[in-house]
DNA sequence: GTTCATGCAAATCGTTTGCACAATG
DNA sequence: CATTGTGCAAACGATTTGCATGAAC
């Protein structure tokens, strides 16, 4: 996405910030495409994702996508944490125990009740940091 | 993907196991395809990919991938975990503070540095455990 | 010999983009 | 009027699928 850009408003984007706003869900671009076509009859899928990414860039939304656009595989299918390399990307399993407190904490505090989780680390590598 | 299917084995489903068990790594599909390309010069992609699904029906692999096939976007630009509901699918964002402690554990314990990281909760949301 | 896997190519589907026109400032 | 946004449709790219042939058991 260009950043540095200087954007005018559009009313198209208002209603779409808004919708985000109001809605406590994390929706796909369709959904906002199927709630706003009937304000906006001419409407397209296109003008959603630009403004999504607009909204992005202006960092008043954010995307829950997870790095990769790629499906990734592995072997290893015990449960384990993942480490993501800010710099170079890659993603390596940890040798870390699996904290059952967490999902205590969420049942504790929270109305959902926790069966298991999923945690990834966000850094630099120690091949990364050692370059630098 | 179909499950309850009984499966041949196939030498390339075989290789596609051994270099996921070889690798530290988390490949793509086409890393996947370009190392075995050599080895079977005729390969294509729909048989990674065909395999990868058969891989993951037998529980013999996972998939890094994060539930949704789809984009979702939020306007909730705070930290925060997310919890996610077995049953019905949503994303609910959870009231709960950021544990930084989870970062020194990484930073203590592995030769990475962590610098934040993400939750996803997986289990029943009020709604859905009700219902039950 | 019946079932399953492969290769090939076309199809699918979510997302992006080029272009002519409309809206914004 | 200079710039940015929109609608439309075509393009893109990762993944899936239909079909005829080949491998597994």
């Known amino acids: 996405m260009a950043k540095n850009r200087r954007y005018n408003r559009s009313r198209q984007r208002d209603r779409i910030l808004e919708l985000l706003r109001e809605t406590g869900d994390h929706p796909t671009a369709d959904w906002l495409y199927t709630q706003l076509k009937d304000e906006f009859p001419n409407l397209s899928v296109g003008t959603i994702y630009r403004n999504l990414n607009i909204l992005l860039d202006q960092g008043l939304i954010k995307k829950i996508d997870f790095?990769?656009?790629?499906d990734r595989f592995e072997a290893n299918t015990a449960p384990h944490y993942h480490f993501i390399c800010?710099?170079?990307?890659?993603?390596?399993?940890?040798?870390?125990?699996?904290?059952p407190d967490l999902d205590s904490r969420v049942n504790d505090r929270t109305p959902y009740t926790a069966?298991?989780?999923?945690?990834?680390?966000?850094?630099?590598?120690?091949?990364?940091?050692n370059m630098q």
Do not use: M, Q, V, Y
């Open 115 to 129: 069966l298991r989780h999923k945690i990834e680390f966000f850094g630099l590598c120690n091949r990364c940091s």
């Open 67 to 70: 790095g990769s656009t790629f």
């Open 86 to 99: 800010d710099r170079c990307g890659s993603i390596i399993d940890l040798d870390l125990p699996i904290d």
